[in-house]
């Protein structure tokens, strides 16, 4: 068996782009050497700041010869007059030449497109190394990523520039040109550490040679690395560090050699807000922040860096990111103490020169929208109570929500829009509800986030969702594909999150309907009301259709409850938002324990044949639309008995359960009745009673397109 090795070296790469490229990579090879009939034992990939490499082992030294099935011309096509035992045409004389066939060697075989030539070619496999030697360009060339780039007079795309190549199989140099590198056995060591040329005798050889140069070039190993050192200096602290996963990975990314290095700060600038000082340190430095191991809620003034660099100059090392993170700090205590010097409110005038969106105007005027649809939300949440104060709070949120994006702190630090505006409100002597509020109003920030906690929060934040996606939508800007540059997907996805969290009843079309009537006053709509209306429907839709997938809900039953292709049942669904959810679940726990399976079939047959009546969706009393005196059949009767007795309002439970009792009561009138009878009042009838069947379980869910 025989190894590979492909180690492209590079100046420094972004470390995102390093993350994506191995995952690329270890989608893709094994997938094309598959495709070339390669089997591996092991394929391992491997990036730091300066190379990319993927070894390749248990690879055998030749294909396996093999035997191909061609397929050849219709044999009326291949043989003059169509007589397979006839004299052969151009065109199976040409198919032969082509594939180097004998024509002793055809045969032919049956199709179900008719009778065409076939013919057994032999293979014969071909030397591995040759076959790497073709791929392997194509594998670092077709790597896709951000800012790719041309270097030099070359034409290939590339982060960054490309130093050397090493080509091993086993032990051999396989002869690769990528622009002008030329590959060889020869890598680099550490830039600091060896900054030598480092000679790779074999391909199984490279981690370990690397190693000795100071390189670990598995991530895994680094992390690792990385944790254990970050671990032993806390300890001697009497700390915890705050590890994110995201910061982890990409210091993984950005050193070959790690070493962790503790430095420390002044103590007043701890009266900072902690989201200033984290942010300083971790989304600006790149450093872990400490928190004390007896009071996990207390930073304590240290940070913890990965160096890249000597670990005998660690001292040196801490100093001078002290020094960068003190002047860091000083700057974010002079604007902290800046903004704070006047109240919140004095910064809404300033709102008024930044644009939200050009056609939509600036975000002073977002905010007065945002104050009108808050009040638009409250009354469209039907379990909600609220009161005069809490009317009070929610507009003063509203107002205040925008207000520190104007802010010398947040100017200078996006991220940390919301969160300054808390601590700005409180020191404003703001009511606690009303700082709470404009910090969690943009919660969701994505996948995972924390969703708001106060009243203040909730309201507010589908109100900021609201209007963005209502005029967005209003524009006739709607997201394609990959392309949201306005978020909507998360604003849609956040808002119906919020809702079911708190179990709101929200009437998502009343809401609609009134925000887009604020937008047709302003005059900001370039889109029909009703048009804008219905692209908000299916948006939210595939927002809940997509929620309920992830919770595990099945695609059937997902359908069955927000719409397939049925407008009216999708607003009905709508108009209570937390019932999709609490439906979807039920039915999903329905089929779990098979009572689905034991009304699907009358219930589903009752649905898709009540179709052919001409019954609304809505009505579900039985005496309005069956006339008794035209039953005919004792099954009639019992089916009409059973429909009558059936809750008015249900619960989900009680649904089911009267739906279950009228099963067989259902089936029976199948099997004695004759639904299409030629007496038009006779067959009305009978398709209203499957339709009343029909539209009371569809208080549940459409069950016409739920699967067995």
Not at 42 to 54: D, E, Q
Not at 331 to 348: C, I, M, N, P
Request: proline letters at 5%.
């Amino acid at each position: 068996m025989a190894s590979f090795l492909l180690e492209v070296g590079t100046e420094e790469l972004p470390a995102s782009f390093i993350v994506d490229a191995l995952r690329q990579w270890q989608e893709r090879i094994p997938k094309i050497l598959d495709e070339h009939q390669l089997t591996t034992s092991k394929i391992s990939v491997y990036g730091t700041p300066r190379r990319l490499a993927v070894l390749i082992e248990g690879l055998p030294v030749q294909q396996s010869d093999r035997s191909v099935e061609l397929k050849g011309p219709a044999v009326g096509s291949a043989f003059v007059n169509g007589d397979s035992q006839g004299e052969p045409t151009k065109a199976l004389l040409g198919f032969a030449k082509s594939k180097g066939i004998d024509l002793k060697d055809i045969f032919i075989k049956e199709t179900d497109k008719g009778s065409f030539v076939f013919a057994n070619q032999q293979i014969v496999g071909r030397q591995t190394a040759d076959i790497l030697q073709e791929l392997a360009p194509s594998w670092i060339i077709g790597l896709e990523g951000k800012r790719l780039m041309r270097w030099g007079n070359g034409d290939l795309k590339f982060p960054r520039p490309i130093r050397w190549l090493v080509a091993l199989f086993n032990s051999k140099i396989l002869p690769i040109t990528l622009e002008n590198v030329q590959s060889d056995r020869l890598s680099q060591g550490h830039r600091v550490l060896h900054p030598h040329s480092v000679v790779i005798d074999t391909a199984e050889d490279y981690v370990a040679t690397l190693r000795e140069a100071f390189v670990l070039v598995d991530g895994k190993e680094r992390q690792h690395h990385i944790l254990n050192q970050i671990n032993s200096i806390v300890e001697l602290f009497n700390g915890n560090a705050e590890i994110s996963e995201d910061l982890l990975e990409e210091v993984t990314y950005l050193v070959e050699f790690p070493t962790a290095v503790i430095g420390e700060f002044e103590r007043e600038f701890l009266d900072l807000p902690q989201p200033v000082i984290k942010t300083e340190m971790v989304s600006h430095q790149r450093y872990f922040p400490v928190h004390s191991a007896t009071n996990p809620d207390q930073l304590l003034p240290r940070f913890i860096t990965i160096s890249n660099g000597n670990p005998d100059k660690s001292r040196l090392i801490a100093a001078g990111n002290g020094r960068v993170i003190r002047a860091r700090l000083s700057d974010g205590k002079f604007f902290y103490d800046s903004d704070r010097a006047v109240h919140l409110e004095t910064f809404l005038p300033l709102l008024e020169k930044v644009t939200f969106q050009a056609q939509l105007g600036s975000v002073a005027e977002k905010v007065e929208r945002i104050r009108a649809i808050a009040k638009l939300v409250v009354d469209s949440i039907a379990n909600i109570e609220i009161t005069e104060a809490d009317h009070v709070l929610i507009d003063r949120t509203a107002q205040l929500a925008k207000a520190d994006l104007v802010t010398q702190m947040v100017k200078e630090f996006p991220e940390l829009q919301g969160q300054m505006g808390y601590y700005y409100a409180l020191s404003s002597k703001e009511p606690f509800a009303v700082a709470t509020g404009i910090r969690e109003h943009y919660q969701p920030k994505g996948a995972g986030d924390a969703l708001p906690t106060s009243l203040t929060g909730k309201i507010v934040a589908i109100a900021d969702r609201i209007d963005s996606l209502v005029g967005i939508f209003g524009l006739g800007i709607i997201p394609t594909g990959s392309s949201d540059p306005f978020a909507l997907r998360r604003a849609a996805t956040g808002l119906v999150q919020i809702a079911w969290d708190n179990e709101f009843a929200l009437n998502l079309p009343k809401l609609l309907q009134s925000a887009i009537a604020i937008y047709a006053d302003k005059g900001l709509l370039t889109k029909p009301a009703e048009t804008v209306l219905e692209n908000l429907y299916k948006w939210f839709k595939q927002r809940c259709d997509t929620i309920l997938s992830e919770q595990g809900i099945d695609y059937d039953l997902v359908d069955a409850v927000t719409g397939t292709d049925d407008l009216a049942y999708t607003l009905q669904g709508l108009s209570n938002l937390n019932r999709i959810k609490e439906r979807a679940h039920f039915l999903q726990q329905s089929r779990e324990d098979e009572t689905l399976g034991a009304i699907y079939e009358p219930i589903v047959r009752a649905s898709r044949l009540a179709v052919q009546g001409d019954l609304d969706s809505i009505t579900i009393d039985v005496k309005l639309v069956v006339n008794p005196t035209k039953l005919t059949d004792a099954a009639e009767h019992l089916l009409y008995q059973a429909i009558a007795a059936l809750p008015s309002q249900p619960s989900d439970k009680q649904l089911m359960e009267g739906i279950k009792a009228i099963a067989p009561v259902l089936a029976k009138f199948f099997d004695d009745v004759l639904v299409m009878s030629e007496d038009p009042q006779v067959r009305q009838n009978r398709l209203n009673l499957l339709g009343i069947i029909r539209n009371y379980s569809r208080q549940l869910a459409n069950f016409s397109v739920i699967l067995k």
